[in-house]
């Protein structure tokens, strides 16, 4: 059982590149959602989905996309990545049975991203 | 908006001593969750508390939640070094199983 995978563990942009996290899921999860870390700030939602073709924006939504065609996965994409943007981003999933019986959330391994 | 502050943000400990971390979230919340992050990895999850005048514990580690007070905390007993981390809360709304907002997070440092 795998959870939740996130590819690349590491990643350097330059300014004006564009790229895509990904996050793949194989517990049948129906929510999904991307956080971001930053230093002393905790994290921040991105963007998250409820389901296969519903997402919404989270409070850092600005310069990501984010679109759920699968229930699996969940890609997130930097349009034109900016140094503000150097983070590391978490994906997330919890499900409705999952809550029912009273678990939590499922954390990926992140992605540590720098922007120059 | 839902707001959550954690306090204090740095704690510093020696070992054998005791400690509480608090957390108070500003909304009414279906449920609260504890984690650690160890430098570098991912969050960990502890506990979740799923209702008024719940208490879980593992280990050393004892966490409770008053909806009233819109207050959870994290007690730690008889600190030790592995204890040393960053724990953070978190909540999520009655009506999502969606998202989650975090505290800011308390780093713990455990001495010897």
């Known amino acids: 059982n795998a959870g939740v995978t996130q590819t690349p563990k590491f990643q350097v942009l330059k300014t004006g590149q564009s790229m895509t996290l990904q996050c793949a899921q194989d517990?049948?999860?129906?929510?999904m959602s991307w956080y971001r870390q930053d230093p002393g700030m905790g994290l921040r939602l991105i963007h998250y989905?409820?389901?296969?073709?519903?997402?919404d924006q989270g409070e850092v939504p600005n310069g990501y996309n984010v679109s759920r065609s699968t229930t699996e996965d969940f890609p997130l994409r930097l349009l034109s990545a900016a140094p503000s943007q150097t983070s590391v981003y978490f994906c997330?999933?919890?499900?409705?049975?999952?809550?029912?019986?009273?678990?939590?959330?499922?954390f990926g391994s992140g992605t540590r991203l720098t922007v120059v | 908006e839902l707001k959550v502050e954690q306090n204090p943000l740095f704690l510093s400990m020696q070992e054998g001593k005791n400690y509480t971390i608090y957390c108070n979230y500003s909304?009414?919340?279906?449920?609260l969750y504890w984690y650690r992050q160890d430098p570098g990895k991912s969050l960990e999850s502890l506990f979740v508390?799923?209702?008024?005048?719940a208490v879980k514990q593992e280990g050393r580690l004892m966490a409770s939640l008053d909806t009233k007070a819109r207050l959870s905390t994290l007690h730690i007993t008889a600190a030790v070094h592995d204890l040393s981390a960053t724990y953070f809360c978190?909540?999520?709304?009655?009506?999502?199983?969606?998202?989650?907002?975090f505290g800011e997070g308390t780093q713990l440092t455990v001495n010897p």
């Open positions: 997330a999933s919890s499900g409705i049975r999952d809550r029912a019986l009273g678990y939590g959330y499922t």
């Open positions: 517990m049948n999860h129906e929510y």
């Open positions: 989905s409820v389901g296969a073709g519903i997402t």
């Open positions: 909304t009414t919340s279906d449920r």
């Open positions: 508390l799923l209702s008024n005048g």
């Open positions: 978190a909540v999520d709304l009655k009506t999502s199983g969606s998202r989650l907002t």
